[in-house]
């Protein structure tokens, strides 16, 4: 029979694994933010086209990007030629 201490202790071993896992799907953001902002300064600007082949990444995940880089200022858009230009501000 289960005792109090083990459920404590079962509970506590979840905790674990849930801030681990999230440890490690925050990590793998910030690898992905970064390779996408590297990609855009040694081009001096790229589109989503660029950044979805380069990054090899899907269109959800670059655009998800792209947009929290925006939020934060240290991108931004420029219309050129028809095409949306992504370029560090």
Known sequence: MIQGVEYLLLFILFVVILIVIWR????????TESVVLALIRSKNG??????????????DEAIKVLRKLIARGVIKTEDRDGKTIYKVT
């Open 24 to 31: 490690i799907w925050r990590r793998r953001e910030k690898v």
């Open 46 to 59: 790229t589109t989503l086209d660029e950044i979805i082949l380069g990054a090899h990444i899907s269109t």
